[in-house]
Nanobody, 123 residues
Framework: VQLQASGGGLVQTGGSLTLSCAASKRTLSNNGVGWFRQAPGKERDFVASISWNGGGTVYAESAKNRFTISRDRATGTAYLQMSGLTPEDTAVYYC?????????????????WGQGTLVTVSS
């Protein structure tokens, strides 16, 4: 099973990007989805998660009021809309499928990971 994250790129401070996470419908349809990010030299940190039906979302404090996680169950795609980006948001962003129906802040609750997409925010 593979997840494909895309949509990263170079953006200026204050800009916006939307990341996508594509997978087979079977992979994501009954599972929570999470987004994590890893900056150079740092651990992979939780960003946001969404439940299997989109009804429940959780955000890291750093993402609240700036990022929005969503999903399209029909296509098996999850999204992370990011706005108000700052250089501190520079990282490789990963999407992951949770073991259960709901997302989680813990990496260990996810069993399938995408390859990551790089987001670079210039000052």
């Amino acid at each position: 099973v593979q997840l494909q994250a895309s949509g990263g790129g170079l953006v200026q401070t204050g800009g916006s990007l939307t990341l996508s996470c594509a997978a087979s419908k079977r992979t994501l349809s009954n599972n929570g989805v999470g987004w994590f990010r890893q900056a150079p030299g740092k651990e992979r940190d939780f960003v946001a998660s969404i439940s299997w039906n989109g009804g429940g979302t959780v955000y890291a404090e750093s993402a609240k009021n700036r990022f929005t996680i969503s999903r399209d169950r029909a296509t098996g795609t999850a999204y992370l809309q990011m706005s108000g980006l700052t250089p501190e948001d520079t990282a490789v962003y990963y999407c992951a499928a949770a073991r259960g129906a709901y997302g989680s802040r813990s990496r260990s609750d996810y069993h399938f990971w995408g390859q990551g997409t790089l987001v670079t925010v210039s000052s």
